[in-house]
Structures are given as C-alpha cells and as structure tokens.
C-alpha cells in the first residue's frame, strides 16, 4: 500500500475510534463503528460522441452502539466532532427504550483478529486514470460493439474509475482499515430492426487498471451477443435440461450462501434449515471461499465485526458446511461467529469458486436431444423458505446436442435442493467476477414456454 492509500486508511481509522470513544463517555456500554469514504469517476459515450461525465464522493459513518442488551445504529455524513457527539447522544437515548435483544453484542473479545493484516493487494498504485483516458476506452469498446455485422444501435460504453477507503474500530480493542481501487469497462448495443431489435451487453471489472479485459475484446462480445440474439423462438413446455451459461450460474450460488446465512437459519427462514452438514450436490461439486485472494473484487482481510477471514469450503465434494453466522446469530444458535459479518446486520462472502468440472461445455450438452441454454434471468422469482424455484429467461435452444437458434419469453422452474442434486459443471470456469462459476447443468427443471 502506498503512503498515501496508508495515510487515507490510518485518518478514517482515527476517525471510528474516536466515534466509538465519545459513544462509551456519553452512556454507551459498547460500540462498533465504520467510517467509509470513496471516489468515483465514469464516462459515458453513445455513438461516437460524450455522453456523461460524473463524478461522486462520499464519506459517512455508521455506528452501533449498546446499552446492556439494547442497541441503536444510526449514520451521519458529517464526520465533525460536534455531530458526532449529537449523533451519539440520540443513539444512546434511542437504545435506552429500545427492546432488550438477548443475542445482541460485539463479537467475541478472544475471536477478534489481532496482528497486522493479511496485503490482499487491492490498490492500484497507478492511481485514477484522468476522464480523457476514461473517454477512449469507452469509446473503444462501443466501437468494437458497433463494428459487428448486425448490430443497427448503441445504449453506449461506459468507463468507470473509483477507489474506496474503510475502516473499523470496536470498544472492545479491533482497529482496522481497507484501501482498495476499482476499475470497469462495459458496452451494450442492439442488432436489428423495428420489432426484431435485440440488446445485449458485456462488462469486466477489476482491481487493477492493468487487469481489465480489453476494450475491443468487451465490445466485440457485446455486439455478437447481441445479433446471435435476433429472431428469438418459442421453447415448448415440459421437462427438459438447462444448461446455465457463466453469466448467470452464478445466481444459484448466491442462492445457496442467502440460505447459509445464519441470521436466516436463526430466524427458520431458509430451505436449508434442517440440511446442515448434508450431501446436497453431487461429490464432483465443491465452492471454495477465498476472501483473501489478491486483486480479488471481494476481498477482505477482516469481517464487519473484526474477526479474520479465511479460505474454506462452502461445499466440498457435495456435502454443504456450517451455517455463515455474525456474533448475533452465532449466539442464538450457539455456536462462534464465522468470520462472515457484513457489518449492516446480517453476512457475507469472500470470493467464490465453483471448481470446474473435467469437461468442456460442448461435451455436457453432448447427450441432450431437446433442451435451453440459459444465457439471461429474469425476476427474482425465489422462495427462501421453500426453495422454490421459477424464473423469467432467455437463451439458446440445444437440439441434438449443438446450440441452435435464440429463444426468449420462456420460464423456468423447480425446486433448488432438487437442482443442487443433479448439478454438473463443465470446465469453462470464469473467472472475471466475484463468484468464478462455470456452465453449469440441472436436468430437474420445467419450462413454461409456449
């Protein structure tokens, strides 16, 4: 980290311990707070020409604060002493008639990280690239969609830059601070005409400017998305196997983490309540959580109680693990706080991997007579209580075996443990996001189509 990252980091650290330090002279048993602070500059084209230029900062402080075992959180943009202090003193007064809470508190004393902090190395030290060089990769990328026989229109490319600083301190004796950059380049574009127009898009995002996938390459993949899109059919409906492009396998990761999340299991508000340490996916399927990968978009070294991350297995070899818990759930279902507060109330991930399976994606559809290669989702259509499953979608037929032609306006639906049991992955693991996810395969859903 650079000086001036260490310096950013080291005031917004100050800054948490001395809210937490007026919190406990003005009546507070304990408290926690987090000071953030970002920049952010974008730059957007649309068919040759500027578009926008924006530029945000921010800066804000969220505290929590106890009086024995009831609490207040409040938030201020004004970091001054004096509206901190009046900040305090309405959280203290709010606390004293909230209702008492048995679960509520800081984390562990003993569990907190201690030492220096693992360098997840999640600061470019090129610093912020200037609008002019934020315009031309922008404009390179629509360029490139534009360039692609087929595509009639633009919704633009955008070039974004931003760095974030973060910082905890709790009044039990946790400090720490995050400086991380960002970076992002996107394109979306349309093909043909009147009633046949299709969109489509593609983005990457990275840690380091030197990181980020080239222009031409985003644009390009824009524009053939979205001419392979045109004339889309009807799918009949019925059972039938569905492949799940990278793009949007993801998604039932993140459905299988909201059902591990701990405040859920507490609350009996979660389709894996009762499947703890259970064989829900086949034993060629393991997610491994890498918070400290370096450059990683979802790393950090601690969590949003104070407590260290750490690599580890969501699943390994088809059998989930224990519950991801902050100090609150963890104490209603009596067990340690995993390292996964989000420090807002519930929890969160690190990086995730789905590791790849031993063949290529044409190989997984090798054997399907008649079935969808789903490529966008739509809706939010998931039952956390049952795991009930139906989306809106669209894709590409697979017939014999082979992608065929585009089709749309279709849903899918099941039931997510039913799903998780028949999952196959192929080997096209992609690793430009958060959670790297391959093709996956479930031969356990129904369309709704036609």
Request: glycine residues 12%; proline residues 5%; aromatic residues 4%.
């Amino acid at each position: 980290m650079s000086s001036d990252f260490a310096s950013q980091t080291a005031d917004l650290v100050d800054r948490a311990a001395d809210a937490v330090a007026r919190a406990r002279a003005l009546g507070a048993d304990a408290a926690t707070a987090h000071v953030r602070s970002s920049m952010a500059t974008s730059v957007s084209v649309r068919l040759g020409a500027l578009e926008d230029v924006g530029r945000s900062e921010e800066r804000d402080l969220a505290l929590t604060l106890y009086c024995g075992q009831r609490s207040a959180s409040v938030s201020t943009a004004d970091l001054s002493p004096a509206a901190i202090d009046a900040l305090v003193e309405r959280a203290v007064a709010m606390a004293r008639i909230a209702p008492e809470n048995p679960w509520a508190g800081l984390a562990p004393e003993e569990a907190l990280m201690r030492g220096s902090l693992p360098d997840c190395d999640l600061a470019d030290p090129a610093g912020e690239p200037d609008p002019e060089r934020l315009r031309a990769m922008a404009l390179a990328a629509e360029d490139a969609a534009r360039a692609v026989p087929g595509v009639t229109n633009s919704e633009g490319g955008t070039a974004a830059a931003n760095s974030s600083a973060a910082a905890l301190a709790t009044s039990h004796g946790f400090t720490g601070g995050v400086f991380a950059t960002g970076y992002s380049l996107s394109a979306s574009v349309l093909a043909g005409e009147g009633d046949r127009m299709q969109r489509d898009y593609a983005w990457h995002s990275a840690r380091y400017l030197a990181d980020l996938e080239g222009a031409e390459d985003i644009g390009t993949r824009a524009g053939v998305r979205a001419v392979a899109r045109l004339d889309p059919a009807l799918l009949p409906s019925g059972p039938m196997p569905v492949l799940f492009d990278p793009r949007v396998a993801g998604s039932l990761i993140s459905h299988l983490t909201s059902g591990m999340s701990g405040p859920a299991i507490a609350r009996g508000r979660s389709f894996l309540k009762t499947r703890e340490g259970e064989r829900l996916f086949p034993d060629t399927i393991s997610i491994v959580e890498d918070p400290l990968r370096r450059r990683g978009l979802r790393s950090r070294p601690f969590d949003g109680e104070g407590l260290p991350t750490r690599e580890g297995r969501l699943v390994d070899r088809g059998v989930i693990g224990g519950w991801l818990c902050d100090a609150a759930s963890a104490r209603q279902l009596g067990r340690a706080p995993t390292g996964h507060a989000s420090g807002g109330g519930g929890v969160s991930t690190g990086n995730l991997i789905l590791l790849p399976g031993s063949i290529s994606r044409d190989a997984l559809m090798a054997d399907i007579a008649d079935g969808v290669l789903v490529t966008e989702l739509i809706g939010q259509g998931v039952d956390a209580l049952t795991g009930d499953y139906s989306r809106g979608a669209s894709g590409f037929r697979i017939r014999n075996g082979q992608l065929a032609e585009a089709v749309s306006g279709f849903t899918i639906a099941g039931n997510l443990i039913i799903m998780f049991a028949d999952l196959r992955a192929a080997n096209d693991l992609d690793t430009r996001g958060s959670v790297h996810v391959p093709t996956l395969r479930t031969d356990s859903l129904t369309v709704a189509g036609a």
